[in-house]
C-alpha cells in the first residue's frame, strides 16, 4: 500500500519556523518526484517546493523562496519542509506529494501530475 503521512504542523506566531515531515511507505522517495503544497480556505492548492528524483534540482514559487527549504532522507524515506519567517499568509493545510516519474531531473507544480498525496496538516501563524 502506497502511503504518505505528514506530521509536524502546528500554530507559530509570525517570524517563528516549522519543520514539516512526510514518511513514505510502499515505495522509496528516491524513486519519485517530491513536492510540497498548500491550501488555504477559499484558495486553489498551490505548489510551494519541489524537488525531482535525483534531488538536484528543486523549485520554490517566490512567495517563500528563501524562507522555505526542501530536504529529502533517502535512509528515512522522510522528505521535509523547513519552514522560516513564517508570515500570516502562510497559513494552509500542507500536504506531501509524490509524483512517479521516468525522469530524473524535472520537477512540477501542477497538483494534478502528482500521484500519491499524504492527508495534509495544518499550519497557523498567528500572534
Known amino acids: 500500500q502506497f502511503q504518505l503521512v505528514e506530521s509536524g504542523g502546528g500554530l507559530v506566531q509570525p517570524g517563528g519556523s516549522l519543520r514539516l515531515s512526510c514518511t513514505a511507505s510502499?515505495?522509496?522517495?528516491?524513486?519519485?518526484?517530491v513536492a510540497w503544497f498548500r491550501q488555504a480556505p477559499g484558495k486553489e492548492r498551490e505548489g510551494v517546493s519541489c524537488m525531482s528524483r535525483s534531488g538536484a534540482y528543486t523549485y520554490y514559487p517566490d512567495s517563500v523562496k528563501g524562507r522555505f527549504t526542501i530536504a529529502r532522507d533517502n535512509a528515512e524515506n522522510t522528505v521535509y519542509l523547513q519552514m522560516n519567517s513564517l508570515k500570516p499568509e502562510d497559513t494552509a493545510v500542507y500536504f506531501c506529494?509524490?509524483?512517479?516519474?521516468?525522469?530524473?531531473?524535472?520537477?512540477?507544480?501542477?497538483?494534478?501530475?502528482?500521484?500519491?498525496w499524504g492527508q495534509g496538516t495544518q499550519v497557523t501563524v498567528s500572534s
Open positions: 510502499g515505495f522509496t522517495l528516491d524513486a519519485v518526484a
Open positions: 506529494a509524490a509524483w512517479r516519474t521516468a525522469y530524473r531531473q524535472s520537477v512540477r507544480t501542477d497538483p494534478q501530475a502528482y500521484d500519491y
